[in-house]
């Protein structure tokens, strides 16, 4: 396996597509994400992408924080021009953005800042009951530049992020559920069980399947309703090439388990 030193990687369950689970892991600093911990946790989620052994991906990070935030001892140096030619945020920020397996957040303790924009970028939040979530830039003098001013508006309604971006305050686990932030809260022991059993469940199921639901779920959220259904037709129609397509049915109408093959 791959080294790493501000992430850590591993698989879990058994079969034929496991799940991966990356952990972000600068604990000292509340897992802040600094340049050096984006790159390296773009790079595991490319080669996981990649990776024939690998159904589903989780990303979680410590009991007290998933992530407190973008860096704020390296962004607070950077001038305009240097954010501007290196295209800061987005050149390391928007790779989770291509993964096409499912990414499931893991969020226990903060989830703030850039660590609430990196939940939000995944495909779907699992909270424990300690989780916090906030968009505090506004107390530092910038605003949220990791898609938070796009993503939480869409997540929770304008009312509610314009109130978590203006006054910085944070959401607790319920209130982020009842707002549609998170699509389950469980006590924190049970979380990363919990989350690693929702991937072993995706991972079981076709793999074609799986990924054009996720594009197709994607679609709605970026676009119009009219291009969102046209898009989603046209992928429902190819799910009927697959091989899964006709196992999966043919299973059922003989009251058997499924046996994916994943093409
Ligand atoms: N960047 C850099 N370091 C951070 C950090 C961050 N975002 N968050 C925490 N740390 C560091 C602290 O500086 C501290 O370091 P030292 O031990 O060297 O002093 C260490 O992590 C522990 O933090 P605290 O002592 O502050 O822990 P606490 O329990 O008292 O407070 C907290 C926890 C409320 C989360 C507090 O750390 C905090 O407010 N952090 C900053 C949150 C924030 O503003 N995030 C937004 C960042 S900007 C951004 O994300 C831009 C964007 O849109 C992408």
Sequence with gaps: TTEYETIRTELHGEGARRVALVTLNRPKQLNA?????????GAALKAFDADDGVGCIVITGSEKAFAAGADISEMKPLTFIDAYRTDFISRNWETIRSVRKPVIAAVAG????GGCELAMMCDFIIA????KFGQPEIKIGIFPGAGG?????????KAKA???ILTGRNMDADEA?????VSRVVPAAALIATALEAAETICGYGAPSVTMAKECVNRAYEGTLADGV???RRLFHAVFATADQKEGMDAFLTKRPPQFRHE
């Design 33 to 41: 994400l600094n340049d050096r911990l984006m790159t390296e946790l």
């Design 128 to 131: 424990a009951d300690t989780a």
């Design 162 to 164: 314009m109130d978590m």
């Design 230 to 232: 046209a898009f989603e």
């Design 110 to 113: 903060y989830a703030l800042g």
């Design 177 to 181: 559920e009842r707002a549609g932030l």
């Design 149 to 157: 001013t796009q993503r939480l508006p869409r997540a929770i309604s």
